[in-house]
């Protein structure tokens, strides 16, 4: 079994900052170590997100050594012994003295600094998670997380009630690394007993720890048997209950068609399929979980569409995103995919609209959306009144552009309105001259 990193496995550990960051830190007779989801991840073959890093210095040494090399330092949780360094080229470190839990209360813990490793990975959550290796490579473990990632097994470290009691996202995050490692292998039941037992826990737990968690889940390859384990005992209903009655099958579909069409997993995009299309519902779920602007208005956005037939044709698409942006016409093209795939599951037949709804697909993602080349200000250089006539104009002229495929430029533009109209150069003047007349009899018959 693998004992120890080479440059090869783990190029980020030997990254120069990385290893002055870590020598610095075990000076004397103190000594510094990575932990947790960076060697967890690299044992996995997963990517590396954030590097934390363990150290017997106390938090004011931890500073006073980073300063000296030159690093940036932000106290983001000094009380809890956290100190976040950074580099001038933008890479984070999260340093943490060694800790033991003074006293817990499900979501927060009273800690004390120590120097005992073995202590320190006893205090954490589960085995994977509680590997540490040193600037050289060499892995430490403690309590068999080595054997347990070679393994596809996922065990809270000493007895699941006590590590749960101690801060309950721990229920959320078993789930979310059974997605990512479980494989087909059932999580154990002592564990899956101990989370049932303290389940309703989770309502103490705050909305932006829950999203964030949920959110890591959906991002796992297949969070599949995750969520169905979550749905039998009950921790669905506590933590998302606007789910919806066929949500399995909508999520199934989509995460196949993923796979088949080699897409990246998309958290908001899965929880569009296991959610109803209601925007009340949606809204109350956004504010419930208190998520960012971008991912309420995207989500509400999904909620409120049509999908998109099979036999929709590139213009049509290039409207759709030339008009609503290319991430709402996206969303809508993919979940019209899996959609069509989910009925060709339920009806037991083959799914034959793939090759359309591929070259569409391709087509959003890639298409550089073009800018109009006409605007009011070139109106008004080419002589006409400043007004609401100038901006009908601009439509009449883009309606005309998006028909030619958004092919023509602002002569093409122009010759093709004259011809169109069958009017001499100043066509364009007479329409804004007969928009501006219609205006002013809409008006005056108003007031009448």
Known sequence: MLRRLSAEKAPWLFEKNLQVLLSALSEGKEEARVVGGAIRNTL???????????????????????????????????????????????????????????????RYARVCFGRNWKTDAKRRDFTINALYVDKDGIIYDYVAGLQDIEDHVLRFIGSAEERIREDCLRILRFFRFYAWIGDSHCPDSQEIKAIARLKDSLYQLSAERTWSELRKLLAAPDPLHSLLWMHNIGILAIVLPEIEKQWMESIHALIETEKSLAWQADPLLRLATLVPSDTVRIKALANRLKFSNAEKNRLIQLSVSNLIATDFSEIQLKKCIYYEGRQPVLDRLRLSIANAYATTLRDNCIFTGAGNYVSLEKLARNWKIPTFPISGRDMMTMGFNQGPGIGKMLNILEDMWIKSMFQ?????????????????????????????????????????
């Not at 363990?54 to 300063?67: K, N, S």
């Not at 983001?76 to 470190?93: A, C, L, M, W």
């Not at 122009?414 to 501006?436: M, S």
């Open 44 to 106: 996995l073959g997963e990517p590396i997100r954030d590097i934390d890093i363990a150290t017997t210095t106390l938090p004011e040494i931890t500073i006073a050594r980073a300063r000296r090399f030159g690093f940036n330092i932000l106290p983001t949780g000094i009380d809890f012994g956290t100190v976040t360094v950074g580099t001038n080229e933008g890479r984070g470190y999260e340093i943490t003295t060694l800790r033991a839990d003074l006293e817990t209360d499900g």
């Open 408 to 448: 023509w430029n602002k002569n093409s533009l122009l010759a093709h309105f004259e011809e169109e109209y069958k009017t001499p150069g100043r066509a364009l003047v007479q329409e804004e001259h007969r928009c501006n007349e219609m205006n002013g009899f809409l008006r005056s018959s108003s007031t009448k």
